[in-house]
């Protein structure tokens, strides 16, 4: 039987990888340098840590990869991490809960098991939480701080998606329905189907208009979150998380961010407390995050504000693959055509010297065609190297290892 990998897994080749490094170089590089700091969490984790914070839904929990960590007779559940911000919440509130603010990121990977095998199981993600704040700033801080990131990737035109968790779990509290109705339809409505929304049939008929109003309405600007406040029949309870909507699209206004309102745009918002975003381009989601003030609380912690997001690595990366638009330096080929003691030596001497130069330096040992912009071939006689530019179909002959990379950094 042929070897092959599982369904639902994914081989990172060498042109991947690169992609995969330059973005997590970009991104941690973006996140130092707005005072975050790195953390990484372990790959298992209790499932009652996900299923305390309510954020497995019946049809998620099926998705979930979990077993018996065992111990005897006694062994307790675990999963490989379906999400990342539950454990960097533990990671928070086990060892960080003395700090006032806690900027953290992470690049990690989750699990979620997928029937057909054809999406991947495994998935990478760059995340960020910001815990310790609920100021609408801060929101505002993670959605520049994600559009920084992106655009310094050169992906192309991204989108961005705004909607707000308070707001929809205000409207369905004035449902007014039965715990397990509401439960039940909150199940279908984080997994997606709004659609269950506008089948709920509300005693207050301005409720069920006023969310059909917002679920098939789209807004550029927060002038439609101020007129969404005027009307008539919005009720007391929702308005706290209509104007604190309102105050982040504003922020976003005043810093000539686009964005589009769409309260649909968001699933899997079970912990979610406020404001939604997600990012996508060419209809593509590449991103997503929000406010989770409850959450903290929820899995044995003190009452803590607290919100992120998390770029989706794999989408990323074949984006940067498609744009095609990275600088980097182009590796050196160090050739050896004559096997002798004091050729090898010379090869390994003249390769070290260029990477302590800042170059990536290749032994070539075959005299193999090679596509690259650089060649440096070990001369039998005097002078002792031949350099090769073969992107302008030069050729230079050195004396010294010093004057072959001058001759380098001279024309690159």
């Known amino acids: 039987m042929a070897s092959q990998k599982c369904k639902g897994a994914r081989d990172l080749l060498p042109k991947d990888t690169e992609a995969f490094r330059y973005l997590e170089d970009i991104f941690r590089r973006t996140c130092l340098g707005w005072g975050y700091q790195e953390v990484r969490t372990p790959t298992l984790e209790y499932l009652h840590l996900f299923t305390a914070a309510g954020t497995l839904t019946p049809d998620m929990l099926s998705k979930v990869y979990s077993f018996l960590d065992w111990d005897g007779w006694s062994g307790e559940r675990v999963v490989l991490r379906p999400d990342v911000t539950i454990p960097v919440a533990r990671l928070y509130i086990e060892n960080l809960s003395q700090q006032e603010i806690a900027r953290l990121f992470y690049v990690t990977n989750v699990f979620a098991f997928e029937e057909t095998g054809k ?16 100021k609408p700033a801060s929101d505002v801080e993670l959605i520049l701080l994600a559009m920084e990131t992106l655009r310094s990737l050169n992906v192309g035109d991204i989108q961005i998606q705004l909607s707000h968790a308070g ?8 449902l007014k329905l039965e715990a397990d109705k509401e439960m039940r339809l909150l199940d279908q409505v984080f997994d997606g189907n709004w659609q269950a929304l506008t089948e709920t049939k509300p005693s207050n008929s301005d409720i069920g208009r006023l969310i059909s109003l917002l679920l098939d309405l789209r807004g550029k600007s927060s002038g439609f979150l101020e007129n969404l406040k005027a009307l008539p029949q919005i009720p007391v309870a929702v308005k706290p998380a209509l104007d604190n909507f309102s105050e982040i699209a504003s922020f976003l206004d005043a ?15 079970e912990y979610y407390t406020g404001v939604c975003f997600q990012f996508s381009v060419k209809g593509e989601k590449i991103g997503s995050g929000g406010r989770y003030d409850n959450l903290i609380p929820l899995i044995g912690g003190k009452n803590t504000p607290a919100c992120g997001f998390a770029l ?12 095609d638009k990275r600088k980097t330096e182009p590796g050196i080929l160090v050739r050896c055509a004559k096997m002798t003691p004091d050729s090898i030596r010379t090869s390994f001497q003249l390769a070290q010297s260029l990477r302590q130069a800042g170059y990536a330096a290749e032994l070539d040992f075959n005299g193999r065609q090679a596509n690259r912009h650089w060649i440096i071939s070990i001369q039998e006689k005097p002078p002792s190297f031949l350099v090769i530019n073969q992107a302008r179909n030069q050729k230079k002959e050195a004396s010294s290892i010093a004057e072959a990379i001058k001759m380098i950094g001279g024309s690159a």
């Not at 707001?167 to 004035?174: H, P, Q, R």
């Open 255 to 269: 810093l000539s961010c686009n964005y589009q309102i769409d309260i649909t745009s968001t699933r899997g918002f």
């Open 312 to 323: 989706y690595a794999d989408h990323v990366i074949d984006l940067i693959q498609a744009q």
């Open 119 to 134: 999406e991947n199981r495994e998935r990478w993600q760059c995340g960020v939480e910001l815990i310790g704040s609920d």
């Open 167 to 174: 707001v929809l779990k205000a409207l369905l509290k004035e």
